[in-house]
């Protein structure tokens, strides 16, 4: 496992191949260990199967959403550690296409997209120099929206993505 990827890859027999997919099932049901620690909370998995001269070629390979290989990493301060300001922006760019995406087509998004977004959104103004001048506007901005959809006023929502859209521009026309 390299961060939050993991590549397998061998040749397995039909009876080994079975197997392989049923431990996979068991993790992305119930959570994974060794070789499927954090399957469960994958963001992209990808399984490929070739029959090669009587031999499967076995190639796994998932994201999960988190770094997996530092499980309760915390600072000097006993503080969980923070992720690096690019893994935020990262989860945050797919959480936004998602809202906006929705919202726009006249659909209230899932509550673990708007909750991660915003949770991602809170995270991200703490950080010093990446647009501090904006913060305070994109942080009333997303609690706008916090509001929005827990009314379930779709229409609101659109409005309040519109303006966490159009601060975003501000803030990425002058960092990005």
């Given at each position: 496992m390299m961060g939050n990827e993991t590549k397998i890859s061998r040749y397995v027999d039909q009876a080994e191949l079975a197997t392989f997919l049923r431990d996979l099932a068991d993790a992305v049901e119930s959570g994974g260990k060794d070789e499927f620690a954090c399957v469960d909370e994958f963001s992209k998995l990808k399984i490929s199967i070739k029959n090669e001269f009587g031999q499967l070629a076995l190639k796994a390979k998932f994201k999960s959403a988190l770094p997996c290989d530092e499980p309760g990493a915390k600072t000097g301060?006993?503080?969980?550690?923070?992720?690096?300001?690019?893994?935020i922006k990262k989860?945050?760019?797919?959480?936004?296409?998602?809202?906006?995406k929705l919202i726009h087509e006249g659909e209230a998004p899932p509550e673990e997209a708007v909750r991660s977004f915003?949770?991602?959104?809170?995270?991200?103004?703490?950080?010093p120099g990446y647009g501090d001048e904006y913060y305070e506007s994109y942080s009333q901005a997303c609690e706008a929206f916090k509001d929005a959809f827990e009314s379930g006023d779709v229409d609101r929502m659109h409005e309040t993505i519109d303006v966490i859209v159009h601060e975003k521009s501000r803030c990425h026309a002058k960092y990005d």
């Open positions: 301060s006993g503080e969980p550690a923070k992720p690096k300001y690019k893994q989860r945050m760019r797919s959480s936004f296409k998602m809202l906006v915003l949770e991602d959104s809170a995270l991200m103004v703490t950080y």
